[in-house]
């Protein structure tokens, strides 16, 4: 896993070849029709309109699908006209496990130091944590994380007195739960989410 994850995230030149692009572009088609059920009365051809004009959010979407995210259309802004892309894999990104909560929390640990942050992993991918209301929205569309857990983007009180969130299904409910930021496991991601 640690090696999808490092393959040169964190480089400034974030394009992707036409070949890729186009790759990815039927691979985000053919899941939005497979998954109508994420996105009823919204229109494929609108979304790619956008992503084919915002190379910088199509490699961000890239980086979501290289990871295991399998991201899809959940909504459309009507304010903005963004769409809404959610990581919608089954369950936790597997490229995207064993990470602690964000940097401070990575710095303060002193042994048995995870590869990066969860936060910090999000920003390199130009994508945003989901928060505990996204994530609960998410499970309304199918069941998600019902063997792995995923952090959520967590309430700076929180943070602040070392702690933060992550989320889960189990019995049919959606539990918000608490961890040290510091902490990491092998069936804890993130999810992120991307507007374009």
Not at 53 to 73: F, I
Not at 86 to 109: I, T
Not at 151 to 162: A, E, H, N, Q
């Amino acid at each position: 896993m640690r090696a999808i994850r490092a393959r040169n995230i964190h480089s400034n030149k974030k394009d992707l070849s036409p070949e890729r692009r186009e790759e990815l572009i039927r691979a985000l088609k053919a899941r939005f029709e497979k998954n109508m059920n994420r996105h009823r009365g919204l229109e494929w051809d609108r979304a790619q309109a956008k992503l084919e004009v915002n190379a910088e959010k199509l490699w961000s979407l890239n980086e979501m699908e290289r990871t295991g995210g399998e991201p899809d259309v959940v909504g459309h802004d009507k304010k903005t006209g963004e769409y809404i892309f959610y990581d919608c894999s089954a369950e936790s990104p597997k490229g995207r496990r064993s990470l602690c909560y964000d940097r401070e929390a990575l710095e303060s640990r002193k042994e048995n130091r995870p590869e990066d942050s969860a936060m910090n992993l999000a920003s390199a991918m130009g994508i945003e944590l989901l928060t505990e209301e996204q994530y609960r929205e998410l499970q309304k569309l199918e069941n998600f994380d019902t063997k792995t857990s995923s952090w959520v983007k967590t309430p700076s009180d929180i943070r602040k007195l070392g702690g933060a969130l992550f989320c889960d299904r189990r019995y049919n409910t959606v539990f918000v739960y608490h961890n040290g930021a510091e902490s990491y496991y092998a069936a804890r991601a993130f999810r992120g989410l991307l507007r374009v």
